[in-house]
């Protein structure tokens, strides 16, 4: 059986006049959470707060 851990992360957009420097430092960061296993699923119209969720092994798959 698939189980699954989330977690909810303040990506508040860095200060920044330039729209695409904000939106580069969010993708940085969206990158190094997908680099660990992380998937984003709500955060997208509102930076604040992003949830993520990632697959994790259960005890038959050990």
Avoid: C, H
């Amino acid at each position: 059986m698939k189980r699954y851990e989330y977690m909810t992360v303040d990506l508040s957009a860095e200060p920044a006049f330039n729209v695409q420097v904000k939106m580069d430092r969010y993708i940085e960061k969206l990158n190094e959470y997908g680099k660990q296993g992380w998937r984003l699923i709500s955060g997208t119209e509102d930076w604040r707060y992003s949830v993520f969720e990632r697959e994790i092994e259960s005890d038959s798959e050990k």
